[in-house]
C-alpha cells in the first residue's frame, strides 16, 4: 500500500542574473542565470511500514529529495502524493494537519534543536499548538515520549546544550514522534554520531519502526547502516536514479557501475590490509553536470551512447531497477 | 531500552550559566568599576527626592541670595552647598541629581521603545525576505543616512519641545540601529535547521518569528542596547543645550550645561563645568560596560 | 629502531572548569614504514596524542609528563627551533580539515615552494618543479596549471590530496593523519586512502591513522591501537585484534558496527556515554559501562601484555582460551 509517491519530481535552483550580468548581455556577453538541477526527474513510490535507505555522495540532491519528501520545499516540477492526496493540496487546505504526518529527522543534533527552548517546550509545543493534546495533559505526554526514546524525564526543564549528541538526537526524535507522525524522513540522523552512540540510536529507530508501525526514507552515505536498517535501498547520483533494489540484492548483485564502484570503495571491517582501488576521476560539480549519463566520465564501461543519452530508470528485474544503457544491450 | 545517564560536558542550569558570564564580566576590573558607578547612578536617580538635599524645582526651597556660591560654601540659612549654586540659587548637586534623572529616565525609555520598535522591523525583514525586505532596509538605510542630531533637530523643529517630542525624536534616530542589527543575525538563525523543524511541524509564522527566531536573533541587540543609551544621553543633551530639548523647568543635564555655559568665562565655573563632568561620567561608564559585555558576549554567540 | 617512540604521555588542559587529562599515560611506538591505526571516539584523546607529537599544543594545554622521541631525539621540553626544524622535514600532520594547512589567500605553489624552501635551499625553479611533481603523484591530473590555483578553487578530496603533497615534499619519516577522510565521499576517500598508501609504501614513511572508522583501519594499518578516556586501552596487530579483540570497549565498538548479513538485528550497544574528561573515575574509565567490571576495576589496570605483540589493559580481557564470553 503505497505511502508516499514521486511523479516526476525535480527542483532547480535558479540564482537569476543581477543588473550588472544583465547589462553586460546587452553587449552579447552571453552570460546565464546558474541553475542547479539537484533533483532530476525523480519517480519513486513508497510502502507503507518499509525502510527505503536512499544513498549518495555529496551533491547528489538526496538531501533536497528528503526536505521535498518532507513537505519543507516545493519542488519545481512534479507531483508528491501522500495517501494518494497531494502534498500541495494538503498544505493550502484545511488538512494542513495531514502534513504533521510526514516528519524529518535532522543531521545535526545541535543545529535542529533550539538552543533557548527547554526540552519539555520543544518536544510539546507542537502537540498543544495543533491540539494533540491538552495543556493539562501535556506534562504526561512529553514524560512519556521522552522515556520511549530511552531520555530520563528529570531532565526535560534543561536545555539542548547540556545534553551530549547521542541525546540531543533522542530529543529531535522525540519531537517528531510527539506529533504522531507515519512517515518519518531521516537525513543522516547518525552521521555525526560516535560509533557507540550510532549502535543505540540505530537499534532506537528499528525499535521504534516495530513498536509504531512508522514507514522510513533513511538518507545517508554510510552504506554499512544503510544496508543494515534499510529493505530496499535507492541510490542517486547528480540528481538522479540509479538504481533502485531490495538491499539484499543490491549489496549481493549491483547492476549500475555506480553502485559496483560504490560497494567496491567502501572500506569493510571483514576486509584486512589491502590495495585500495578507486574508482577514477571527481565528483562532478552539480553547477555543471556531465551531458547524457552522468556518471559516464567516471565510467569503466562508457561508450558512444552514454555522452549523449540520459538513460531511462528502467525495471530490469522484479522489483529491480537501474538507469544504464548497458542493461538494454543485453 | 536502556535510560541513558546524562553527563553533559557543561551541565549547569541557566541561572548558573548567567552566573559564569558575570563572573567573566567581573575579570575586568574597570569594567566592575564602570558597572558600580552605573549602579551608583542609577539608585541616586530613582532616589532623587530622598537623596537630593534640595529639590531644585521647588521655587519656595530657593533662596536668590544664594546665587552663585562657590562649592564647599555655606548659605543663608547655613546649609552646605557641596557644588555651589546657580544664577537663581539652586544647589547644583540636586540639580545634577535630579537633572542626571530625567536624562537617565529619558534615554532609556528612548532606548527600549526604539529596541522593541526596530527589532519588530528587523524581524519581519528577515523572516519574510523578499521585497518585504528590501523595501524595509532601504528605509533604514535612508534613516541611518541621515546624522542623527539632524533629524532630531527636524523632528523637534515639527513637534515642538518637551519631554516627550525629545523621546520621539530620539526613537525615531536609534530604531533604525537595532532593526539592522537584528535582522542580520536574525537572517543567519533563520537558515537554521530549528526554524526548519519549526516550520516542518507546522507552526504559525508568529510563533516561528517569536517563540524561535527571536530570543536566538536576539543577543548582539543586547551590546547596542547599552552602548545607545549613552548616545541618547549624549544626543538629548545636545539637544537640550541647543534649547530645543526639555524645558526649563525640569533641567536634563544638557540643559544645566546651556544654563552654566553664559557664567563660565566670569568665573562662576562650577554652574556648567559639574553637571559636564557628570554628563561625562555616566556616558564613559555606560560604554565601558557595553564594550565588555561585548567581549564576554561575543565567543557565546559564536557557540 | 622505531621512528617514533612515545612513552607515558600526558597532556592536560587547565581551563576554569577544571584539570582536563586529554591523554593521561599513553605508549606507542611505530618503526619505518609501518601503518599505526590510532582509534577511538570523541574525547578519547586521539587527536591531542597527535598533537603533542608535533608540539602544535596552545593553552592552556600541554604536556606535563612522559617523553616523545623521535629517531631517538627527545622532543619533550626541546626548544621551538628544534620542533620546527623536524615539522615538515621529519615529521609531518594532515588534518580533517585541509584549510588548517592552506592558507585561503595565497596561490598553492607559493605555499608549496614556501614549504620547500623552509628547509632546504633551492632555487625558485627548481622549488617549483618539486611542487608540480609532488601534486601529480597525489593524482592532481594538470599539475603546472593547478599550481597557479587559490585553494578554494580546489573540491574537499583535491584541497586534501595538495595537503597531502605538502605533508610528503620532504619524504618524511613519519606521517600524522588526524582524519583526513571523514568529511569526503566515499569514493574520493578511497582515492586518497589509494594514494597515501601508494606514497607511504613507496617513501618509506611510517604513518598514524587518527580515525573513529574501524573499517579503514581494517583495510589500511598493520596495527591498531584503541583509545579510551585518555588512555589506550588496547593494540596489536590489525588482523589479531578484529578477529579476537581482548577489551570489552573493543569487543563493543567492533560489535556495534552494522556487518554484512545481519540486517534487522539489533546491533550491540555499550550503555551509557564515554565519560567527561574532567571528572574521569579514579579505576577504569571504562567500567561503568562495562559488563564485566567488578570491585577490582576500581583500580586502573596496567598494560598487560598478552603475547605476538598484543596488549591490553583491563583487568578482564576476553581471553581466547576462554569459552567465547
Redesign the interface.
Known sequence: MSIIALAGVSKRFVKPLDLAARAANLFGAGLHDVVINAVDGVSLSLDEGEVVGLVG??GCGKSTLG?II???IPPSEGTVTFRGRPLAELAAGPG??A??KI??I???PM???????RVQDIVG??PV??GIVTRAELARYVDALLA?V???AD?KR??P???????RA?I?IA?ALA?KPDFLVCDESVASL???????V???F??LRADLGLTYLFIS?D???V????DRTVIMYLGRLVEIAP??EL?RAPNHPYTQ??LA????????????????G??P?PLDPPPGCHFHPRCPFAFDRCRNERPALKEIAPDRWSACHLNDAA | MTLVDIRGSDLEPWHARAGRTFSEFAESRVAMAALGLIVLLLVLAVLAPWVAPQNPYDLSQLSIMDNKLPPLSRGFSGQLYLLGTDDQGRDMLSAIIFGLRLSLTVAIVATATALVLGACVGLLAAYAGGRVDAVLMRIVDIQLSFPAILIALILVAILGKGVDKVVIALISVQWAYYARTIRGSALVERRREYIEAARGLALPHWRVAFRHLLPNAFPPLIVVATVQVAHAIALEATLSFLGLGVPITEPSLGLLIANGYAYMMSGSYWIAFYPGIALLVAIAAINLVGDRLGEVLNPRLAR | MMVLAVENLKTHFFTRGGVIKAVDGVSLRIARGEVLGLVGESGSGKTVTGWSILGLLDPPGRIVDGSIRLNGEELVGAPQERLRAHRGRDVAMIFQDPMMTLNPVLRIDTQMIEAITAHEKVSQRAARARAAAALAAVGIASAQDRLRAYPHQFSGGMRQRVAIAIALLHRPQLLIADEPTTALDVTIQAQILAEVQALCAESGTALIWITHDLAVVAGLADRIAVMYAGRIVEEGPVDAVFAQPLHPYTRGLIGSIPRHGQRGAPLVQIPGMPPSLAQLPPGCAFAPRCPRADEACAAMPAMADHGQGRAARCWHPHIPSEAAA
Open positions: 555522495e555529496s526536505r518532507a513537505g519543507l494542513r494537519d502534513l504533521l516528519q524529518m535532522f543531521q545535526d543545529a535542529s534543536l533550539n538552543p533557548r527552548m509545543e507542537a499548538v495543533h520511549r530511552g531520555l530520563d531532565y534543561r536545555y546544550h547540556q545534553f551530549s549528541g547521542g541525546q533522542r529531535g519531537r506529533v560516535d560509533v557507540s552512540i550510532k549502535a543505540q540505530l537499534n532506537l528499528m525499535q552515505h552504506l554499512g547502516v544496508e543494515h536498517i534499510s538491499t539484499d549489496f564502484a560504490l570503495n567502501v572500506p569493510r571491517l571483514e576486509a584486512r590490509k589491502h590495495r585500495f582501488e578507486a574508482v577514477k571527481e565528483i560539480s
